[in-house]
């Protein structure tokens, strides 16, 4: 059962908890503080005589008006924050969690409403749509029924057409708008010295803040609301550069040297401890690799599961490079040679996940919920660049 516990540990901190509350407050404005101050009030008790197509918050009434929007965030891992391996930990970690679970949901779910759905699941209870939203419209833009959003159209707000219409805030449209999320308080985990959620410090670190390039001019250009990342093979190839190099140097020796460099992430590539990306270069014996011939890089930071430790962190800041560097004799009967960039997004998940089902006793709901969620993660692997060359 200690075990269990620290497995459960463990999750918290792959995705940000720390089971001290200060986790999640990064240090912000007064605005901020109070608006993600969790659970968040989304609607309450006082409706506003409004007609009910602007008093409902699901992500589908505002679709009604906002479809733009919509259509692009339901494609966004926001709208799936609340996927089988979230919802089948929560069930695990059982009522004597809550802080546990409410840890949790102030990223997951941090609606007033999904927190209420949730404890209830906990108690075998089902869950209905709101929890399964995730971040959703209203966790973002409604507080007391009351829109908040960007003073792009700050003049339609003074219209009041609908749903009384919206209070302007620049918030929006700052990368700290993100960092309750996306950064760890200076007190949460860390490991050799560096937060485990550091997206944020490594933006500000970087020259992107200087330009004045926010987390929204990457991740919501204009305006858009898709939240492109590492599951996004398009989005990420935008973001590097790859430069590869051959050639038969000397008496039958294969010389190549392959390069990724960090043109266009505006924070470490990955930022966070769970991806991996793997370059590899290999010599070809028909359809098999020639043995002893592979060499690669894995850029990755490592921790181990039970976050006692970390392998090593060869993540790339922006502007960085990794370079693969091949000196080899041919291989006897090699026919060419081949190299790749392999983009595993949910790498450190698929660790977790087999070890929590393997060490933890649960029931056939909470089971299938985590399998569920294993299964789902060893099918977002993908190339990123490959190329073959004949020997
Ligand atoms: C993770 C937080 C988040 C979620 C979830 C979210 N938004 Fe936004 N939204 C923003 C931010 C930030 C901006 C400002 C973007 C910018 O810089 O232009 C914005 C802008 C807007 C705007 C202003 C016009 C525009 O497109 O820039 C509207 C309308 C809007 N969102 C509606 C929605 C709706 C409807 C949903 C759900 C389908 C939604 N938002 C989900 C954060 C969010
Ligand atoms: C209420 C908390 C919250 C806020 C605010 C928030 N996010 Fe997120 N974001 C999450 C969670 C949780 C996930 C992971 C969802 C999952 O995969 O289960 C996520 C995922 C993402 C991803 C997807 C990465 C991938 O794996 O492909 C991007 C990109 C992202 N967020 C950008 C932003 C940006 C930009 C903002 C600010 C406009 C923002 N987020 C604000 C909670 C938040
Ligand atoms: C500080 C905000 C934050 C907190 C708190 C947090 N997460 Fe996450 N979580 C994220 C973000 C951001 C991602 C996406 C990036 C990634 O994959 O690591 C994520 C991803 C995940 C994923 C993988 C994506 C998926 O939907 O399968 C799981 C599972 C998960 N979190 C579970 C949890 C559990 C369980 C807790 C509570 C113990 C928790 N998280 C607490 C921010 C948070
Ligand atoms: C019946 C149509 C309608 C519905 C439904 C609706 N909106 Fe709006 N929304 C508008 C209009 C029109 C505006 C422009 C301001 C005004 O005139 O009220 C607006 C403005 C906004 C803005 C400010 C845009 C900016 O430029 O900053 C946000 C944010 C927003 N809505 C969010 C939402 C969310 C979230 C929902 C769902 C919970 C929602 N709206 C439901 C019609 C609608
Ligand atoms: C200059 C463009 C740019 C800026 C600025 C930027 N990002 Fe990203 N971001 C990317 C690209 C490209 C990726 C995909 C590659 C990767 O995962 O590192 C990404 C990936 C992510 C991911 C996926 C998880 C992971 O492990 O990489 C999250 C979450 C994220 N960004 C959040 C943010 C937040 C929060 C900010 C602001 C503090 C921000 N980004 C600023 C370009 C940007």
């Known amino acids: 059962m200690r075990r269990a516990r620290q497995v459960l540990m463990t999750v918290a901190a792959v995705c940000g908890l720390v089971l001290a509350p200060a986790a999640r407050s990064f240090p912000t404005t007064a605005f901020l503080a109070r608006y993600w101050h ?82 209830s699941f906990i108690r075998g209870g089902r869950l209905h749509a709101v929890a399964r939203y995730g971040v959703s419209c209203a966790d973002c833009h409604v507080r007391h029924y009351q829109r908040f959003g960007p003073p792009l159209a700050a003049f339609l707000a003074a219209g009041r057409m609908i749903h009384n219409g919206f209070t302007p805030e620049s918030a929006f449209t700052r990368s700290r708008f993100c960092a309750v999320c996306h950064q760890f308080h200076r007190d949460g985990a860390r490991l050799d010295g560096v937060l485990l959620e550091n997206t944020y410090n490594e933006w500000y670190d970087s020259r992107y803040r200087l330009e004045g ?36 140097c000397g008496q039958r020796r294969v010389c190549a040297r392959l390069s990724l460099t960090n043109t266009g992430v505006g924070h470490d590539f990955p930022t966070y401890t769970t991806p991996k990306v793997v370059m590899s270069i290999e010599e070809l014996c028909g359809d098999r690799v020639c043995a002893g011939t592979r060499r690669q890089s894995v850029i990755a930071r490592r921790i181990n599961l039970d976050l006692t430790r970390e392998y090593f962190d060869t993540r790339l800041p922006p502007g960085a490079t990794r370079r693969l560097v091949y000196v080899m004799p041919q291989a006897a009967h090699a026919t060419g040679v081949a190299a790749r960039i392999v983009v595993y997004p949910d790498a450190a998940y698929l660790r977790f996940f087999r070890a929590y089902l393997a060490r933890y006793r649960m029931t056939a709901r909470e089971r299938a919920l985590i399998e569920r969620a294993l299964r789902h993660d060893m099918h977002t692997a993908y190339v990123l660049w490959s190329t073959h060359r004949r020997l």
């Open 38 to 119: 969790t659970p968040v009030p989304l609607g309450g008790a006082r409706i506003p005589h409004w007609p009910a197509f602007e008093t409902r918050l699901s992500p589908r009434a505002c679709a009604l008006c906002h479809a733009a929007q919509y259509d692009a965030w339901k494609t966004s891992r926001h709208a799936q924050a609340m996927g089988p391996g979230v919802i089948g930990q929560l069930a695990v970690a059982g009522v004597r969690a809550r802080g546990f679970a409410e840890g949790c949901l102030s990223c997951h779910a941090p609606g007033r409403g999904s927190w209420r759905e949730v404890r």
């Open 213 to 248: 390039v926010t987390c929204q001019s990457c991740h919501m250009p204009g305006g858009r609301h898709r939240f492109a990342g590492i599951h996004d093979p398009g989005f990420v190839r935008r973001a590097v550069q790859v430069r590869w190099r051959i050639r038969i």
